[in-house]
């Protein structure tokens, strides 16, 4: 295998952020996380506790999300709930910044927000995740192609102290054609763009889109050092198969690796 299992199992932030998840939900991922060794579960703050209690000594780290899933709360509310989440024992923060700031060029607002989210997490000593939506970015904004304006965005977070640039939420849906909802989540493109746009003490995760092994490796490659997911158990299991197979000497395909196909 051209990673170890314990590599990629460290890159997984185990998500369980669905509208209707109940505590027995919440219980259930979290054993699914210490069984499968993941970094961490991603999780909604009045979880945080609970699952920091379920996951005592598993080496599974605790994160939560703030002004999730569209980033539309108050600085100080998503100062607030940081600190709260820090307290109940969140070690990884994972933030949406303000879209509408952002796209209607008001980066000085955008880079506070930001700013004192890390500033109260790093207070506490956790570490924050800045959340682009890169759905709502297709078009650009504030005059800058979508490129340039991702680019723009990974510069304004490292200023302010971020200690990862993320690609989505997992739930920004976008109307199509067809007057369906859907999104594409992390692509290579931005994956590649967002890892070249930062300094090397800043990574990159990617969220959205990645469901199988192959799409875990390929973010790998990429330059992504976590990857929210909700296909843990199938990602891992089929790891230990191939695993399992080489070991076995037999030849072991994969599927080709396509991230950004939609939902996580």
Not at 39 to 53: D, F, T, W
Not at 64 to 76: D, K, L, Q, R, Y
Not at 102 to 130: M, S
Request: proline fraction near 1%; hydrophobic fraction near 35%; aromatic fraction near 8%.
């Amino acid at each position: 295998m051209k990673y170890t299992y314990e590599k990629l199992a460290k890159m997984i932030d185990h998500s369980l952020l669905h509208p209707t998840m109940t505590d027995q939900d919440l219980e259930d991922g979290c054993k699914v996380a210490a069984k499968y060794g993941v970094a961490s579960v991603c999780i909604k703050p009045y979880a945080v506790k609970r699952a920091a209690e379920l996951l005592k000594d598993t080496g599974v780290f605790v994160g939560a999300v703030i002004g999730f899933p569209h980033g539309n709360s108050a600085t100080e509310s998503k100062r607030y709930e940081t600190e709260l989440a820090c307290k109940d024992g969140a070690v990884e923060i994972d933030m949406v910044i303000n879209l509408g700031k952002a796209l209607g060029g008001d980066w000085e607002y955008v880079e506070r927000d930001v700013k004192t989210v890390c500033d109260e997490a790093h207070k506490h000593g956790a570490k924050v995740k800045v959340i682009f939506e890169n759905d709502y970015l297709t078009k650009g904004g504030a005059g800058l192609s979508s490129d340039d304006f991702k680019k723009k965005l990974c510069q304004l977070c490292e200023r302010a102290g971020a200690d990862w640039v993320k690609t989505s939420s997992g739930y920004g849906f976008v109307k199509q054609a067809d007057g369906s909802y859907n999104y594409k989540g992390a692509t290579e493109h931005d994956l590649a763009l967002m890892r070249a746009s930062v300094s090397a003490k800043v990574q990159v995760k990617a969220a959205g889109g990645v469901r199988d092994l192959d799409g875990l490796i390929k973010v790998r490659d990429l330059g992504g050092s976590r990857c929210g997911a909700t296909a843990t158990a199938a990602m891992m299991d089929e790891y230990r198969r191939r695993e399992a197979a080489e070991k076995a000497g037999q030849t072991v395909e994969g599927k080709s690796a396509a991230i950004g196909a939609g939902g996580y």
